[in-house]
């Protein structure tokens, strides 16, 4: 890998870990990163989810939403606000106390954590 994209990488890199409560499609992390070609932003988003640094955590209804991945990150289940894009972190012991009551009530054992959706409360409060 060349320096350049050595530099496009540790950019893409930073963003995400910079706004870890936060995901982000490919596209908007493109906006935010304009200096770094597009088709370059899709391939190192793959890059770095498929090596663990990024998290696929749904979709926006079109595209697919990523989130920095932190070694804490997979022992507790996230909630994403679907107006704003915010994550929030679940206690770890509510994680688990729901993932045992899934596993339970539906015989599946659950291998990844779950991200809810719904509406923070920012959000929530600015359709009043």
Avoid: W
């Avoid at 304009?34 to 793959?46: F, K, L, N």
């Avoid at 989810?49 to 990024?54: E, R």
């Avoid at 012991?93 to 015989?107: A, F, T, Y």
Wanted: with cysteine.
């Amino acid at each position: 890998m060349s320096q350049y994209h050595t530099r496009q990488k540790t950019a893409i890199a930073k963003f995400f870990a910079d706004n870890r409560d936060r995901g982000f499609s490919p596209e908007e992390v493109y906006e935010n990163l304009p200096e770094i070609p597009r088709s370059t932003v899709y391939r190192i988003i793959t890059q770095l989810s498929c090596s663990g640094f990024l998290r696929k955590t749904g979709s926006d209804g079109r595209r697919a939403v990523y989130q920095y991945q932190g070694k804490d990150c997979s022992s507790h289940m996230h909630i994403r606000c679907i107006e704003c894009g915010a994550i929030e972190h679940l206690d770890a012991d509510v994680s688990r106390k729901i993932e045992e009551m899934v596993n339970h009530s539906s015989g599946y054992t659950a291998l990844e954590s779950t991200v809810f959706e719904g509406l923070c409360r920012k959000c929530r409060e600015g359709r009043r």
